[in-house]
């Protein structure tokens, strides 16, 4: 396939930014769409010009790092990670767009990488910790009710990418980022019971990750599908 990428260049936090305009040709459809910004840098790096700065790691939709906006959406138009929509999901002369994050929240570091270390704040606060108790208790002698245990599963799947809180259509600017909350889904849950400084619009009512409607607007975004 050949296609035309308008990709966010950006040389740093503090630089403006802007949307520069490429040609590639020669993708096959099996290639995942790193594979495709990979053979875009290859090109540019044959031509003397700086590479296209991307995050990734394990390639594998596992850790989360490979988070970008692709046509508008988060990790683009099938339901899973950047690094496993494959080039099968466009067609031959498509024009795609590719940006990071839009939130203020997560500050450009350079093009396609942004700093999300708010939303990892917000993961350690509720997240996993080790402490030393003895021997460890065999699993099924403690009994969890149905409901707690899907709902910690559901907290298990997450990946960390973001994509709930990266969007202008879900916060965009305005994310409200606290790191005293127990878990992400502190702020939902405290919309439901009532919080004036939660729900819809979040404590100056600009919305954001405090300003949760519960219309859903995570779930559309993340490519696992929390709810």
Known sequence: MKLNLRVWRQKNAGADGAMSTYEVDGISPDMSFLEMLDTLNEELILKGEDPVAFDHDCREGICGACSLVINGDAHGPERTT???????????????????????????????????????????????????????????????????????????????????????????????????????????????????GAGHGGPDGRGGLRGCTLAGECATACPKGIP
Request: some cysteine; glycine content about 10%.
């Open 82 to 196: 950047t690094c496993q929509l494959h080039m099968r999901s466009f067609e031959d002369g498509d024009t795609i767009d590719v940006e990071p994050w839009r939130a203020s929240a997560f500050p450009v570091v350079k093009d396609l990488v942004v700093d999300r270390s708010a939303f990892d704040r917000i993961i350690q606060a509720g997240g996993y910790i080790t402490a030393p108790t003895g021997s460890a208790p065999e699993a099924h002698a403690a009994p969890v009710p149905k409901p707690d245990a899907d709902l910690a599963f559901e907290h298990a799947e997450c990946i960390g990418c973001g994509a709930c809180g990266g969007l202008p259509q879900r916060g965009g600017d305005a994310l409200h980022f606290r790191q005293d909350q127990s878990s992400q889904r502190a702020a939902p849950r405290s919309a439901r019971a009532g919080d004036p």
